[in-house]
């Protein structure tokens, strides 16, 4: 059973376009962390969330904590071929720097 | 900024050999490491928690020697895949923290290992 559930799995939309990815979980997390990752490569890191209900923007990218520490969403406005990638949430327990990833979002951008 | 490296990049063996890979960080030390296994067009699976000095700390379901860790170092921790067989086919990555203070993990660009 996956711990961290993400939504949708795979999410094929036009350059332009706005999205939102979700990453839901019953188990609270100290912090949450997301991610892209290109193929053959490891995952880069976009950003942490640590408080229940921040909100962060990486220019076209926002982010937001749920109030709960239990979900979190990514919000891609006017997305880019750029974009293209897997995104990955990863929920960090109890403090003890060990991830938790989620399931995965496959997202292409057609140009 | 922190750099994680990993060697080789890609590696092809025969069944029933074993394979080392190696996990270095660059350019600041790190007491503790991890390793990720990742199928094709999956997420990454935690294996194990590598601490410096000590034995490494396995996830549930994987078998400690089936995959040898050792943490010699503070900038080097290796994964042994011992006895390879097709199955153990996969994405391995490895990550490092930052230490104290710093809740980031560094990922390396992972190794792609084919067993034939």
């Known amino acids: 059973t996956q711990l961290l559930e993400q939504s949708p799995q795979f999410l094929s939309i036009q350059e332009g376009e706005n999205l939102t990815v979700y990453c839901n979980s019953s188990s609270v997390f100290s912090s949450l962390q997301w991610y892209r990752q290109e193929p053959g490569e490891g995952p880069v890191l976009l950003v942490t969330?640590?408080?229940?209900?921040e909100v962060k923007k990486l220019k076209r990218l926002t982010f937001q904590f749920g109030d709960a520490r239990k979900d979190s969403s990514l919000h891609i406005t006017a997305a880019q071929p750029g974009d293209t990638g897997l995104y990955l949430c990863a929920g960090e327990m109890d403090s003890s720097y060990k991830l938790i990833f989620g399931s995965g979002t496959r997202l292409l951008v057609r140009p | 900024g922190a750099v994680v490296s990993q060697h080789p990049s890609r590696v092809i063996c025969k069944s029933g050999t074993s394979v080392k890979i190696e996990c270095r960080s660059l350019d600041f030390q790190a007491t503790t490491m991890f390793w990720y296994r990742q199928f094709p067009k999956k997420s990454l699976m935690l294996m194990a928690t590598?601490?410096?000095?000590?034995?490494?700390?396995?996830e549930q379901g994987v078998e400690k020697d089936k995959f040898l860790i050792n943490h010699a170092s503070l900038t080097l921790s290796t994964l042994t895949v011992t006895s390879a067989h097709p199955e153990d086919s996969s994405f391995y990555i490895c990550?490092?923290?930052?230490?104290?203070?710093?809740?980031?993990?560094?990922f390396g660009p992972g190794t792609r290992l084919t067993v034939l």
């Open positions: 990550s490092a923290d930052g230490g104290p203070g710093d809740n980031e993990q560094f």
């Open positions: 969330v640590v408080t229940g209900g």
């Open positions: 590598s601490n410096e000095g000590s034995k490494a700390t396995y």
